[in-house]
């Protein structure tokens, strides 16, 4: 059985520590939450649990260790995703500490190319399918960005002995089409003949679907005189009379 010498316990070592660190060169310059040091410290830490099971010479306890490895890592790529409103935000930088531990485990098992390789890839898959996906996306229409939060007003006029019926079809209306008001006001007229609400929405993406749906659903009742929206962003209106 071949017994493991300090200087293979070191080339390891740094070849996973350096491997690790090459990899997290590149979340540090994306300002990414795992960077340098915690790729470095992941890849180290991965080489370091396999060449202990190494040094005790058990033949089978390397891949005992390495399967170990793999279920820690999970724990700690948790920690790096993170929910971002209706999205997650993190699981590239969790799968890059998942590959850190990888490149270490084949550092620590001698098989040093192979861990030169897969920080190759690893990079590779950073750097040129990070365009690659752009490539792939589909571009969202003007105005229509996904990211961006858009604010919009529905406003409408109705009797003022309906009013409350019209303002519960309103909310149910809006919720119906899955937006959610950020606020509501009724003002009545002097004469109290009629009653203007306005409810204001704020939501991600493409709102004029929705809107569209909510305006159809009101304009068909008979105490609403007037309802149109309009986002806050653009003085165009979208309005339509009952």
């Known amino acids: ?99 850190s531990a990888a490149v270490g485990v084949l550092a620590a098992s001698g098989k040093l190319d192979l861990a030169l390789l897969g920080t190759l890839t690893v990079l590779a898959v950073h750097v040129v399918l990070r365009p690659a996906g752009r490539l792939l996306d589909r571009a969202p229409a003007a105005g229509t960005d996904p990211d961006s939060t858009v604010r919009a007003t529905v406003h409408l006029e109705c009797e003022r002995g309906a009013e409350t019926h019209i303002r519960a079809l309103l909310l149910q209306a809006l919720n119906g089409s899955g937006l959610s008001p950020t606020g509501l006001r009724a003002r009545r007229d002097e004469r109290g003949d009629t009653t203007s609400l306005r409810a204001t929405i704020a939501v991600n993406g493409d709102v004029a679907p929705a809107l569209e749906q909510v305006v159809s659903r009101l304009s068909l009742e008979p105490g609403v005189s007037d309802l149109h929206w309009h986002l806050e962003e653009d003085d165009a209106k979208q309005q339509v009379l009952a």
């Not at 660190?21 to 994306?30: P, T």
């Not at 990414?32 to 370091?48: K, P, S, Y």
């Not at 005790?56 to 390495?66: I, Y």
Request: a positive charge; charged letters at 15%; aromatic letters at 8%.
């Open 1 to 99: 059985m071949h017994t493991l010498t300090t200087f293979d316990f070191v080339i390891r070592l740094a070849v996973g520590v350096g491997c690790g660190a090459l990899i997290g060169v590149e979340r540090q310059w994306r300002a990414r939450m795992a960077g340098l040091r915690t790729n470095a410290l992941v890849a180290a830490g991965a080489t370091l649990f396999v060449l202990y099971s190494e040094a005790v010479g058990d033949a089978g306890s390397p891949t005992r260790v390495a399967s170990y490895v793999v279920s820690g890592i999970g724990f700690l790529g948790g920690g790096v995703i993170l929910r971002d409103g209706g999205g997650v935000r993190g699981l590239n930088t969790a799968a890059t500490l998942w590959c």
